[in-house]
């Protein structure tokens, strides 16, 4: 079998601990002839091993010397939180086998691609929110990475208006995401807008006809549109491994009920009940529309089979929702072998619909679009080992038209295949098109609407197009809207809001600390909440993470009563003790101060500082990882240093403002953010100019960039702090001594510098013949003129210089945007803040 490719067998199976599948190899040898084809495959039969298959095919083509042109970064995009975490699961399982004496020659193939040869081989980071982005994969963006997040997380990110996002991470984001990538978008029917959008970008964004490497794109589901993959179902159908025909053709039988008079809910539970009675000792899986629904039945079987009944929604927070998947009876069914004799129940929406490995026994469910019930019985007898019994309930309900012929013409479907509805017969007998549930329009994605996204500099949320159309489609039903509880709430209101963006964007909102409720449904219980605390304090902020409203809940329900303010898709944050949170759920009447868990163990946690007679005193809000006791400093930067050292963590400050308290807000992190790490050595300038210099040529030739691009970024790199080399900035550094200093230990007030910006510095600096592309990468490094840099950015010695690079910087970028690309431009900037960033650090060998 496929003798051409027997290294790649050998490989394969020293990773992942099996023989590889015919479609798998044949899907290697497209990818080494650099084609990516969309694939539709049944629940079961390894799509995610297109991580291995792209990481094997890299390293071939590194071997044979062929690798530029190939993406170095594979991003895996999947709409369900719990997927996300079993794709980054299986990430990870590569990492860690790849450090195995046994691959020391891939290891070896992959190190050699990437600036940073040492540590890890491959990059492995996540965009969803709990699971908070470790940055690995920016880092060095020459090295092979795996990335994986949401459509939401990498959506938005690609359209330069990532959620939380400051002005540094936009374009270095979209740069990254939108080069040098492979995009795997999984379970795709589920995101049809979104992958019309991934189209359109390929479409405008060719960056190898500008010397970049490539962004390419594939589509995974089972059940794609009927002609795709049509090659791999011929494979599928010739499979000779005895353990994938078992799954293809695992025993799925259909009962269907045509309940005119039932009550769904009840007889959902009636059903669930007969079975588990008939089945002893079973995993039984109970599929419902609507959430309500979920609860309701959770109640009604758990108070007839007295055992805990686990559900899952899309609703509930994100902090209860991970409890719940730990949850031992959840444990059972992601186990393939369960020989437990108690019978168990989960019951879920959509929320549970697709992509979690789920072993269910049997099956219980409404009616839904063929798709999704395509998806569901995916979840059922998944390894073929047993006989399932799946019933399915129809009643009268009231429905949209658009959804009365899909879910007509699916019943008559699964009448046709109800004595057999295993994979392989699904795949050979797809349902009619309009059996499928009606995917929602999407707007065309016109130039301007990108140009306005890549003006990244403006944060006011009015003046960028929200991204949630393009990422969703335009829904008929309300848009969601998001509940989030902190305790720094309360001091957050007295910020400007810029200031509290700011916070947001390097102390970011995590999915841990997040619920969504309808519109309809929100507005409803922000009103019931304002009744109960009419004081408390709240933000409310936009998709892109900038302040719409801030202040006190009577203020926001009067607004929403007289429809003077638009809810849908943006994020109400509130002090903790507004409460209105029960078990993962929005209840307004719950008066209990919620539980703020934005804090991770070891990565990130926060506090305010206080100054009373002259001493500095903690109050930790989100709980320090460590004890850090009751200790009192004589000054603020001894405070900081003193946790720094306990916990390994980077401190962010924010003033907040009071004439009479000196009293800051301060967020530890695993690293530092732009611009306000406080760091533990100093650096002289002309120190941390050659590293830039070094790193951003290396990173270049790595990438095997074009020779223009690499002495660009080397001469920018060179010359982008040189703005440091001041009389303000100095002194904010508190340098006593002559060498200029890039880095300082020991900070003064940042009003010190009265705003001044040393990147409008350094492009003063550069000499006059400086070509443009050098001048705007300086001018960038750290998210400032694209197109503007802020109003009081001058050199106080140089205010006429200043005045007119802040007139030439717009110009120069539409001028430079328009050469080289939305993302082309992006992804040079991203290089030279990696550069940037390597050169801030003291790394072995250096």
């Not at 492995?124 to 949401?150: F, M, Q």
């Not at 686990?310 to 719940?324: N, Q």
Request: with cysteine.
């Amino acid at each position: 079998m496929f003798e051409q490719s027997r290294d790649f067998i050998e490989r394969f199976e020293a990773i992942t601990g099996y023989t590889p599948y015919r479609w798998q190899v044949d899907v290697y040898e497209r990818m080494l002839r650099n084609q990516f084809t969309d694939l539709k495959l049944p629940t079961g039969t390894g799509k995610t091993s297109v991580m291995v298959i792209w990481l094997l095919a890299l390293v071939k083509r590194a071997e044979q010397s062929r690798s530029l042109g190939f993406p170095r970064r594979l991003v895996w995009v999947v709409d369900r939180r719990t997927v996300v975490d079993q794709a980054t699961a299986q990430a990870e399982k590569i990492r860690i086998k790849l450090e195995e004496p046994s691959l020391a020659a891939l290891k070896k193939a992959l190190l050699g691609l990437s600036a940073t040869c040492s540590g890890n081989s491959l990059a492995v980071s996540t965009l969803r929110g709990e699971l908070a982005d470790n940055g690995e994969w920016k880092k060095d963006p020459s090295k092979p990475a795996i990335i994986v997040g949401t459509v939401d997380m990498v959506g938005s990110r690609l359209l330069f208006s990532g959620y939380g996002d400051g002005r540094w991470h936009r374009p270095l984001h979209a740069g990254l995401l939108g080069t040098d990538v492979l995009l795997v978008l999984d379970e795709a029917h589920l995101s049809v807008p979104f992958s019309h959008l991934i189209r359109k970008v390929a479409e405008l964004n060719r960056p190898e006809n500008l010397g970049f490497p490539p962004f390419r794109f594939m589509f995974l589901s089972a059940t794609l549109d009927a002609d795709t993959g049509s090659d791999v179902n011929k494979l599928l159908e010739k499979e000779e491994n005895s353990h994938l025909r078992k799954i293809l053709r695992a025993p799925k039988k259909l009962i269907l009920h045509d309940e005119k008079q039932a009550r769904l809910a009840d007889r959902l539970v009636e059903l669930a009940l007969q079975v588990g009675e008939e089945k002893k000792g079973s995993r039984i899986i109970v599929y419902v529309t609507d959430p309500k629904d979920v609860l309701e039945i959770r109640k009604k079987l758990s108070s007839e089979t007295s055992k805990s009944v686990i559900a899952l929604t899309g609703t509930i927070r994100g902090y209860e929702r991970d409890k719940l998947t730990n949850h031992p009876d959840f444990q059972r069914f992601l186990s393939k072998k369960d020989k437990r004799d108690l019978t168990v129940y989960f019951v879920a929406n959509s929320a549970a619909e697709v992509g979690i490995d789920m072993y269910a026994d049997h099956m219980v469910c409404d009616l839904v679009p063929a798709d999704r019930m395509i998806q569901r019985l995916g979840r059922v007898n998944r390894d073929g080992e047993g006989d399932a019994m799946v019933h399915v309930v129809k009643v009268k309900e009231k429905r949209r038209k658009k959804m009365e012929r899909p879910i007509q013409q699916t019943w008559e479907y699964l009448n046709s295949v109800s004595s057999d509805a295993s994979p392989l017969t699904l795949l050979l007998n797809p349902p009619p098109r309009d059996a499928v549930q009606a995917h929602p329009p999407y707007p065309p994605l016109p130039n301007w609407i990108l140009d306005s996204w890549a003006l990244t500099t403006l944060t006011e949320w009015r003046s960028r197009p929200e991204v949630e159309a393009w990422l969703k489609g335009l829904e008929d039903s309300p848009p969601d809207v998001y509940f989030a509880w902190r305790e720094d709430v309360d001091f957050l209101v007295k910020l400007d809001s810029q200031q509290i963006a700011e916070v947001i964007g390097n102390y970011p909102l995590l999915s841990r600390e997040i619920l969504r409720e309808n519109e309809t449904d929100a507005k409803e219980k922000i009103l019931a909440l304002s009744e109960r605390v009419p004081n408390g304090k709240a933000v409310l902020l936009s998709y892109s993470g900038s302040v719409i409203w801030k202040g006190e809940l009577h203020d926001l329900s009067d607004m929403v009563r007289g429809a003077r303010i638009r809810l849908g898709y943006t994020t109400l944050l509130l002090s903790a003790s507004c409460g209105g949170l029960n078990e993962g759920f929005l209840d307004p009447d719950c008066s209990d101060p919620a539980t703020d868990v934005s804090a991770k163990k070891d990565e990130r946690f926060y506090g305010r500082l206080s100054s009373e007679d002259g001493r500095f005193f903690w109050k930790f809000f989100s709980g320090a990882p460590k004890d850090l006791g009751e200790e009192e400093f004589d000054e603020k930067n001894k405070a900081l240093r003193f946790i720094r050292e306990q916990t390994g963590l980077e401190p962010y400050l924010v003033k907040i403002p009071d004439d009479e308290k000196d009293e800051w807000l301060v967020y530890f992190v695993r690293e530092g953010y732009e611009g306000h790490a406080l760091p533990t050595f100093r650096m002289a300038l002309s120190e941390h100019h050659t590293k830039a210099e070094k790193w951003a040529k290396l990173i270049g030739e790595k990438l095997g960039l074009p020779e223009e691009y690499v002495q660009a970024l080397a001469e920018a790199a060179k010359n982008h702090d040189a703005g440091k080399n001041t009389l303000v900035w100095q002194r904010y550094a508190n340098n006593k001594g002559s060498e200029p200093l890039a880095k300082s230990d020991s900070y003064d007030d940042y009003r010190v510098l009265k705003g001044y910006r040393h990147e409008l510095g350094s492009v003063l600096a550069l000499d006059n013949e400086t070509p443009e592309l050098v001048a705007h990468l300086v001018a960038s490094h750290h998210g400032y003129a694209r197109p503007v840099y802020p109003e009081r950015a001058s050199d106080p010695e140089r205010e006429k210089e200043s005045r007119e690079e802040m007139q030439k910087a717009p110009l120069r970028f539409a001028r430079l945007q328009k050469k080289l690309g939305w993302w082309g431009l992006a992804y040079l900037e991203s290089l030279l803040k990696s550069a940037d960033s390597l050169a801030s650090q003291v790394i072995a060998g250096d």
